[in-house]
T-cell receptor
Framework: GAGVSQSPSNKVTEKGKDVELRCDPI?????LYWYRQSLGQGLEFLIY????????KSGLPSDRFSAERTGGSVSTLTIQRTQQEDSAVYLC??????????????FGPGTRLLVL | AQKITQTQPGMFVQEKEAVTLDCTYD???????LFWYKQPSSGEMIFLIY??????QNATEGRYSLNFQKARKSANLVISASQLGDSAMYFC????????????FGAGTTVTVRA
């Protein structure tokens, strides 16, 4: 079956512009996660959605970052007034649920963001 | 909170040989899961193998096996019969079961398989 898909695969933007990154999870997966992978910082958690529950935004680095998930499926990560330090690969993952600890998170191919 | 340590930034292995990637962890959670992911140059994180802290036997998945030593808090990945396509970055990750859902990742180990 289809895996997690993300778009765009690459995004180049100018400092100060807003960007939107999209994630389409595996069908039937209720849990969705955003991570960021940057040089020197490794992989860091950003935000988590589970069904219709309020998301856990504890990993978002600043109030310029926001995310939503419509209809319990597709998610959009928005970065406002982008800064050069936002340059990274943004990875989306999904799992069947988060209730069971052993649920495997399956990742998408990522969006490579470069802020000039 | 969980902490994952991967001390080998890069490794070379000859084709058809086995390679062991080290991973140690620290957690206060009594129950947890350990995961290994592969990230080739294309960038996608590919799930390889899972080990639960309560599992009595070491996990195996094809050419991948996990050498789990709970008392030492280590979960080393063994790749047998290395292939050129195994060249990639490998990440160890964990998740606590009590009240956590996000994965904590190690810094990764780059494996290069030589023909």
């Amino acid at each position: 079956g289809a895996g997690v898909s993300q778009s765009p695969s690459n995004k180049v933007t100018e400092k100060g512009k807003d960007v939107e990154l999209r994630c389409d999870p595996i069908s039937g997966h209720t849990a969705l996660y955003w991570y960021r992978q940057s040089l020197g910082q490794g992989l860091e958690f950003l935000i988590y959605f589970q069904g219709n529950s309020a998301p856990d935004k504890s990993g978002l680095p600043s109030d310029r970052f926001s995310a939503e998930r419509t209809g319990g499926s597709v998610s959009t990560l928005t970065i406002q007034r982008t800064q050069q330090e936002d340059s990274a690969v943004y990875l989306c993952a999904s799992s069947l649920s988060s209730a069971a600890g052993q649920e495997t998170q399956y990742f998408g191919p990522g969006t490579r963001l470069l802020v000039l | 909170a969980q902490k994952i340590t991967q001390t080998q930034p890069g490794m070379f292995v000859q084709e058809k040989e086995a390679v062991t990637l080290d991973c140690t962890y620290d957690t206060s959670d009594p129950s947890y899961g350990l995961f290994w992911y592969k990230q080739p140059s294309s960038g996608e994180m590919i799930f390889l193998i899972y080990q639960g802290s309560y599992d009595q036997q070491n996990a195996t998945e094809g050419r991948y096996s996990l050498n789990f030593q709970k008392a030492r808090k280590s979960a080393n990945l063994v790749i047998s019969a290395s292939q050129l396509g195994d060249s990639a970055m490998y990440f160890c990750a964990m998740r606590g079961f009590s009240n956590d859902y996000k994965l904590s990742f190690g810094a990764g180990t780059t494996v290069t398989v030589r023909a």
